[in-house]
């Protein structure tokens, strides 16, 4: 497939012939005094498609961006030390001249692509979008996915332990599974995982080469399909372009930890041809109960070439290798009472997850993706896309350690790869009408094997694939001047299964079995925003369709004993899950930009879930307990957004989120609350810019207590008793100073402290890190 994709990439760009002589974008970047600035990213972002491309301004400020397709466009230009610059709508009809002044204070200001799927501004947005950049991150010293987007509005991340434990993301108070991951735009999940979501990857994917990361709050499957429930997070590779730089990056610190990343990008042949790449590593050595090791290794970047004015070949790259020790479950650690919910009082009422001497994971996985853009008529343009993710998970597990354990060496293999092709068409009829449709072939495959060294005969192995087809369609509108903007959507994916593959054959299940088509996932999502433009005031809402397919072990998942022979409980015909949800909220700028604050109640409701229980004697696949169509729970609750700059070095910025999740019946008595989701959720960021070489940050969290089973209760109680939990509660702070080498060269040293104020703090009863220090140096060019 991919040879034949690739083919059919050349023979179009060979079909198109190179037009005319096509626009530039051209202007001069200065500071307020008027002296040019140096260095400055700018980007030019299409309104009718994801597509940007982007530069560096020269020694005298100068930037040109050549062979600009005719259409609209987005502007933005940053440098440090000043507000990002922000054009929301420039023609490009003919050869154009832009300059840009830069102003030392005012809230950043962002284009964000995920809402929609083309570039907007924030007066714009219709839906509920945070973005942190990259200089944001690196303010932070962030290293991880989860870290980066912890502090984002109604955003609930948690780690079972340290670095590289188990992680996870949740958003609105959904499930983890909830929450799709993207790389541009594109989907990044596991075939081989339970649900067959993003979840297998999350405490894996570092922060290597994004220019930021977007969080969408609300249901986004019309654009991004299966997982798309309680929100998105959006990856977007840094495309390069302009100069040729890049830094190097190294630190150690607590838990005997060392990292490093290395990121470069530029372009060439006058920006015909851009690129970025980043390599990230992270070694931590004792871990937080000091035989916790991790060590992760990952790249990615990005290359395009520009085949003719209207046409544009891109090539994606993102990977990653890690290794990680794994702890024992949280134990029980006194008789307590049969019901009720139990204070979470470690070594009285649970024993924290302790070392597990042989147990360990491995895990890899190449995420790929090859496009080509193009714009064959001025109102008209399309993208076809090839994507190929393949990952895979190893867990070793012996008899040692507490709580349940094998009674010999076992291994446990996970392979999946899925292959995605996309194909999208841009249609806008007028300056205030865009038209959106496409089509997607989706392959995915899911392999298991198990051994185990105590019983050769345990021995077996699952591999299946399912296909499907996906049609959507998006439409936007912009009414009165561009005040009031409309957006829908709908997307239909079909499904069809191959027949599953078992080892050992004998006595195999779902044989002689005829595999109908299972039930499609159909799905719609509106939108409308309008803004006020004399106070500066947006009113927006958003009503949506999410849904999550069923992935292959849902479908065919069994186990395997020597004594038992097969247990079986997928279920090839279940119907994807599937909610319905509701936001609405206000969007308010005071102060000639200098504040933006916005609120929001959301509501989501699992309409149909899959979910595992004890089934009917007459179920038809002779399972005792499996996997069944079921009704969900739901959430609902407010988040607010703050973000002021009230000196010309200082920007601050703060979040609430009020979460109401229960379920559809009683987990506990009378309690219908969701685990391991606090009510109450604050978290708060600063950085001030003390002179023109050092920078101080701030940032805190705080969340309310919460609900999780302790083992043995989510195996054999888990209705009858919960634990609760004490909030995270942390403050961290930071500081760095750069010390200019020479125009486009600086060294920069930073220091960071993490819970401060070392809070013993256990994630579902695993022990997590208590204060922390991390410092290291970066040398820029």
């Not at 420039?90 to 950043?108: F, S």
């Not at 041809?273 to 992270?282: D, E, F, M």
């Not at 069809?496 to 002689?512: I, K």
């Not at 696949?621 to 607010?640: M, P």
Request: glycine residues 10%; charged residues 20%.
């Amino acid at each position: 497939m991919t040879i034949r994709l690739f083919v059919l990439f050349c023979a179009s760009a060979l079909a198109v012939a190179i037009a005319g002589e096509a626009p530039s974008v051209s202007g001069s970047v200065k500071d307020p005094q008027g002296r040019p600035v140096a260095g400055a990213a700018v980007t030019l972002f299409s309104r009718t498609s994801d597509a940007s491309v982007a530069t560096t301004s020269d020694t005298q400020g100068a930037y040109r961006f050549e062979g600009v397709t005719p259409g609209d466009y987005l502007l933005r230009a940053e440098a440090p030390g000043f507000a990002a610059f922000l054009v929301d709508r420039l023609r490009v009809e003919a050869t154009l001249t832009q300059d840009i002044a830069l102003q030392l204070a005012g809230v950043r200001e962002q284009v964000v692509v995920t809402a929609s799927g083309t570039s907007q501004s924030a007066d714009e947005v219709s839906k509920s979008v945070t973005v942190i950049d990259r200089a944001e991150a690196e303010q932070r010293d962030v290293f991880s996915l989860t870290d980066v987007v912890a502090l984002a509005a109604a955003v609930r991340v948690q780690t079972l332990g340290g670095p590289g434990q188990e992680a996870s993301i949740h958003i609105r108070g959904m499930r983890d599974i909830d929450t799709a991951v993207l790389v541009d735009g594109l989907r990044l999940r596991d075939a081989a995982v339970l649900h067959g979501d993003a979840t297998g990857l999350i405490e894996d994917l570092l922060f290597v080469d994004p220019s930021r990361v977007e969080v969408l709050n609300g249901a986004g499957s019309s654009l991004y399909g299966t997982s798309a429930i309680g929100g998105v997070v959006n990856i977007l590779t840094d495309e390069g372009g302009g100069r040729t730089r890049g830094s190097v990056l190294a630190e150690g610190g607590s838990l005997a930890t060392m990292r490093g990343r290395a990121q470069v990008a530029g372009g060439a042949w006058d920006d015909r041809l851009q690129y970025s790449a980043g390599l990230a590593y992270v070694d931590v050595i004792r871990g937080v109960d000091g035989d916790d090791p991790f060590r992760d290794a990952s790249a990615q970047g990005s290359v395009s070439y520009r085949l003719s004015n209207s046409m544009l070949l891109r090539m994606r790259l993102f990977g990653g290798d890690s290794f990680a020790k794994d702890n024992s479950e949280p134990l029980q650690a006194a008789v307590l009472p049969a019901t009720g919910i139990i204070n979470a009082v470690p070594f009285v009422t649970f024993l924290p997850g302790a070392d597990d001497p042989d147990s360990r994971r491995a895990g890899r996985f190449l995420n790929g993706a090859l496009t080509l853009e193009g714009e064959p008529l001025a109102k008209l343009n399309y993208s076809l896309s090839y994507q190929t993710l393949d990952s895979s998970r190893r867990y070793d597990n012996g008899p040692a350690g507490t709580g349940y354990q094998p009674l010999g060496n076992q291994r446990s293999v996970y392979d999946g790869r899925i292959q995605t092709v996309d194909a999208q068409l841009h249609y806008q009829p007028s300056a205030a009408h865009l038209l959106t449709a496409g089509y997607e072939f989706e392959t995915e495959n899911y392999a298991y094997d198990f051994t185990d060294a105590s019983d050769p005969g345990a021995a077996s192995g699952v591999n299946v694939t399912q296909k499907s087809n996906a049609l959507f369609a998006q439409d936007q509108t912009r009414w009165f001047g561009g005040r009031l903007l409309v957006t829908g959507g709908f997307r239909a994916q079909y499904f069809a299964l191959d027949r599953p593959l078992f080892l050992p054959t004998a006595s195999a299940p779902y044989q002689g079995i005829s595999f109908a088509s299972p039930p499609a996932a159909l799905t719609g999502d509106g939108s409308v925003a309008y803004f006020f433009r004399k106070t500066n005031t947006k009113l927006r809402g958003h009503v949506g369709r999410g849904y999550r397919a069923p992935s292959l072990y849902e479908r065919f998942g069994v186990g395997f004993d020597s004594t038992f022979g097969y247990s079986t409980y997928g279920d090839p015909r279940l119907a994807p899950e599937h909610s319905i949800s509701f936001d609405a909220g206000i969007d308010q700028t005071f102060a000639k930009g200098h504040v933006r604050t916005s609120a929001a109640y959301f509501y989501t409701q699992l309409q149909q879930v899959i979910a595992f229980a004890t089934l009917s004697p007459t179920d038809p696949f002779g399972r005792f307990e499996g996997y069944y169509n079921s009704q969900g729970g739901l959430s609902r609750g407010v988040e607010t957004k703050v973000a002021f700059s009230p000196l010309a070095a200082l920007n601050v910025s703060a979040t609430y989120a009020f979460v109401n999740a229960v379920e559809q019946t009683p987990v506990v008595g009378d309690v219908l609350r969701t685990f391991e989701i606090p009510r109450h959720q604050f978290s708060a960021a600063a950085v001030w810019r003390a002179g023109k070489r050092t920078v101080l940050t701030f940032d805190t969290l705080d969340a309310g207590n919460y609900l999780a089973p302790v083992y043995p209760d989510f195996v054999t109680a888990f209705t009858t008793r919960v634990y609760s939990f004490n909030g995270l509660r942390r403050i961290n702070a930071g500081a760095s100073y750069r010390l200019p080498l020479a125009e486009f060269r600086a060294v920069r040293f930073f220091v960071r402290g993490e819970n401060l104020l070392n809070q013993e703090y256990f994630e579902n009863g695993f022990r997590t890190p208590g204060r922390t220090a991390n410092g290291g140096i970066q040398f820029e060019f």
